[in-house]
């Protein structure tokens, strides 16, 4: 897991394929919509929005792949 910004983090994901990779990104957003956390007696849901990027394998340096997730991540699909 690496941080991006103050709000969004990626979850870079070795040797996995799309369908798996997938299937763990709707498993993640799954699980974070049943997440609730109290704070001062009230109940606060989980906001979050994920991109995927299957990135090829390739010889390229970690900061170009984690600039590839932050160029999906849309200004709607941010964590809240």
Do not use: M, Y
């Amino acid at each position: 897991i690496a941080r991006i910004d103050a709000q969004t983090f990626a979850i870079l994901l070795t040797n996995c394929p799309a369908e798996v990779s997938q299937r763990i990104t709707h498993a993640i957003l799954s699980g974070l919509a049943d997440f609730q956390f109290a704070w001062e007696g009230h109940q606060h849901p989980i906001h979050a929005g994920l991109s995927q990027v299957d990135a090829p394998p390739f010889e390229g340096c970690l900061e170009e792949l984690l600039a590839a997730a932050r160029a999906s991540q849309s200004p709607d699909q941010a964590v809240k």
